[in-house]
């Protein structure tokens, strides 16, 4: 999932005479849908994407062919309807002053020549086809593989900082941006115009990866799957910001969108004024006259890219010519003076040692191929996903087979194809080269897989299944859901493994005396485990509904479901068929709720999460669309939580926004109050600096009780 599929799509033609799709056309359409939004929500809230790019624009090409096919299959909020990263981690918004555009890609020399011939027939007026166009001069820099970022300063001051978000409108991340060395907070020397707009990449240098996911594998958290992923997590950390972290991101500078000082008329004139000001430019800059001497660059680039301090995946070919930029223009998505010739993937090959089967939160029984340890792209790969049985079939591998694989843009390898010459070499001299057994049980509890009618997937039937259990566990712990800082994966083993959970509600009976029991178990990591269940026990309604593991449910459906019944109790009593009804939640998601919520085993489970303390906070802007609207003390104010408070954020978010106000992460113009505990930090700084009122816990008491 790139940058560039992330823009609002324009609407599409409706060409052909309304088409009815039949009922499994509706439900295909329905599937991809919500694993389309599922997809999403790992990708952008949780920073933990589970597929390859390619795979994810495969399902989102599935679903538009079935909307093309059929416009009735088109709600208005399919995903592909509105793509772009859905503002999600309580950060202000604010418009970028104009899009921060994508760029078109182009995968071959042909598609990079195509490019050139469209360039040189826009820019000569007259004789278009002239046999012997000027050669165009390119500036060619590395493709960044992070997360585009805009950058404001005014009168020489950075004044704020906002992610591309959906290329319209960004997050404003300005507080966290502060903390990063190589964003200049003065710009240095030179002409400074009265206002800057700077664009460019944030990347975290692979170096520093390396060691980020060294800790958090030590602290039992989840390691990121790549720098790009780890990037973007990290700009937008809110709670607890991890400061180090934070400060071991980069800020590469490769536009200036406005402020271009008087007689600077190229891009690489404006790379040189940026590097004036204090930022860092890629040092891998050249400017190409001509096609040929462009892809040479990029050829000499990927030579290079193995030895780069930072991911990148391609080079981008700009021209020069600011003038020509604009006689070319841009279209809504992307400038048509600029393209990113990107990397072929990278491929390697090795050995297939066996088949491994891993189990899914929801039983999805997933083969995996165990291969011969093997470096590519600058990350030792030792295993790759093979998807589902009918993909392993297909490709028809069997075990010590030569392999290549290749990893593309992202860290999750493929199997591209089997060296058939070395199989038939081996099979000649003698060796036995197995087929893989089909998955007919689970490898962990033993279970009779099954398969349903028109599912690519195995499943193990077995709801009790440990290792599915683990699987529901670690998602209850995750960000998205209640949030258990410090319940990583390998406790969530122990916890597993020791018996002490054996189904989800026991995490919340667990004792201190239980956990300091454990293995490798500090008195003082338990405690603090303590205190996060403690916390996490207040939690809001679709945050729960995640937590629970329904299938379908990600954010944005439990959010649907929030909004419409406003209550547990108000979705537990209601029929399947008032689900079904929720506008953006069709037959197969309505499906997957009722059966989990009929049945009785599930509603123990509810039940018992109550009885062991989990109480769900109803803001009131979340009571049914029917509610009386009063007047609320809070009502249209913006609230800044800071330091450290009397009682847990997400309760004083919850007292807020059940009074009619608003939380969000970061200072701005627009925050109306920051309530500071004790130690708060850099933002009530930056309150000060913009005049915001501070408020301490009295004070926000006082507006409270104003009711
Ligand atoms: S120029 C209008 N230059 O790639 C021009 N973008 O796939 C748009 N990127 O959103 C940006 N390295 O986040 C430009 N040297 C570079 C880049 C670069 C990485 C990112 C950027 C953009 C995305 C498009």
């Known amino acids: 999932m790139l940058e560039d599929g992330k823009d609002t799509l324009p609407a599409r033609p409706n060409k052909t005479k309304a ?61 592909t309807q509105q793509v772009g990263a859905v503002p999600a981690s309580g950060f202000a918004t604010a418009p970028h ?62 004044k704020q900082g906002l992610t591309r978000g959906d290329g319209r409108t960004g997050e404003d991340v300005t507080v966290n941006l502060e903390q990063i060395a190589s964003i200049p907070q003065k710009l240095a020397t030179g002409a400074r115009p009265k206002f800057a707009s700077v664009r460019g990449e944030i990347v975290l240098p692979l170096a520093a990866f390396e060691e980020l996911n060294q800790a958090r594998i030590e602290r039992d958290q989840r390691p990121f799957e790549n720098p790009r992923n780890a990037a973007a997590g990290s700009l937008r950390q809110i709670h607890d910001v991890d400061l180090i972290r934070l400060r071991s991101l980069e800020f590469r500078a490769y536009a200036l969108e406005e402020g271009r000082p008087n007689g600077c008329t190229k891009q690489s004139e404006i790379l040189n004024v940026l590097r004036d000001w204090g930022f860092i430019v890629s040092p891998e800059i050249e400017i190409c006259r001509g096609i040929g001497k462009a ?34 223009g841009s279209l809504a998505r992307a400038p048509r003076w600029a393209i990113a010739f990107k990397f072929p993937p990278e491929q390697a090959e090795t050995v297939l040692e066996g088949i491994d089967i891993q189990v899914g939160r929801t039983g999805a029984l997933t083969p995996v191929a165990r291969l011969r340890p093997v470096r590519v792209g600058g990350v030792t790969v030792s295993n790759a996903s093979l998807h589902n049985q009918d993909e392993l079939e297909r490709k028809d591998l069997r075990i010590g087979d030569r392999i290549v694989i290749q990893r593309a843009g992202d860290v999750i390898p493929q199997v591209v194809r089997v060296r058939l010459d070395f199989r038939r070499k081996a099979l000649a001299e003698g060796f036995r080269l197995e087929r893989p057994a089909p998955t007919t049980h689970c490898p962990i509890c033993s279970t009779r897989a099954v398969r349903l ?4 997937i195995t499943r193990c039937a077995n709801l009790d299944c440990p290792a599915q259990l683990k699987n529901n566990l670690r998602h209850l712990a995750s960000r998205g859901a209640l949030d258990v800082d410090g319940l990583g994966a390998k406790l969530v083993d122990q916890l597993v493994e020791a018996k002490l959970v054996t189904r989800l509600s026991d995490v919340f009976a667990l004792e201190l005396a239980q956990l300091a029991d454990l293995e490798r178990m500090a008195q003082k990591s338990a405690q603090n485990l303590m205190a ?51 506008e953006g939640i069709g037959p197969i998601i309505a499906e997957s709720v009722g059966r989990f919520l009929e049945d009785a085993s599930n ?31 809070l009502d249209g104010l913006t609230f800044v939580l800071t330091g450290t408070l009397s009682r847990p954020r ?58």
């Open 19 to 79: 088409k009815m799709p039949n009922a499994k056309q509706r439900a295909r359409a329905e599937e991809l849908a919500a694993e389309i939004r599922r997809h999403d929500d790992l990708y952008y809230q949780n920073d933990a994407p589970e597929l390859t790019d390619a795979q994810y624009d495969l399902l989102r090409r599935e679903l538009v062919e079935l909307e093309d096919q059929f416009p009735a299959l088109q709600a208005k909020d399919s995903p």
């Open 532 to 582: 996060s269940l403690e916390r996490a026990r207040q939690t809001t309604l679709p945050r729960f509904l995640i937590a629970l593991g329904i299938r379908h449910v990600g954010a944005t459906v439990a959010e649907l479901l929030a909004d419409h019944f406003g209550s547990l109790e108000g979705l537990l009593a209601a029929k399947p068929t008032k689900i079904a009804a929720i």
């Open 97 to 158: 002053r104009s899009p921060m555009l994508s760029l078109d890609n182009a995968m071959t020399e042909d598609e990079m020549r195509a490019f050139d011939v469209r360039v040189q027939k826009a820019l000569s007026t007259e004789n278009a086809a002239s046999s012997n166009p000027e050669d165009v001069a390119y500036v060619a820099e590395p493709k960044l593989d992070g997360s585009g970022i805009e950058l404001i300063y005014e009168n020489g001051r950075f």
């Open 453 to 456: 009618e028109g599912e690519a």
């Open 295 to 328: 892809i040479a660059f990029h050829e000499r680039l990927l030579q290079l890219r193995g030895k780069l301090p930072v991911e990148i995946d391609g080079t981008v070919f700009k021209i020069d010519d600011v003038a020509k930029q604009d006689t070319l």
């Open 650 to 707: 997400g309760e004083w978010k919850s007292l807020i926004e059940a009074a009619g106000g608003k939380v969000t992460g970061s200072v701005s113009r627009k925050t109306n109050y920051v309530v500071a505990g004790s130690d708060p930090g850099s933002k009530v700084t930056t309150a000060a600096k913009l005049d915001v009122e501070i408020l301490d816990e009295a004070g926000i008491e006082a507006l409270l009780s104003a009711r």
């Open 603 to 633: 509603q123990a489970e509810i039940a018992r999460f109550e009885e062991l303390g989990l109480v769900i906070v109803v803001p009131e802007s979340r009571t049914p669309s029917d509610a009386s609207k009063r007047p609320q003390p």
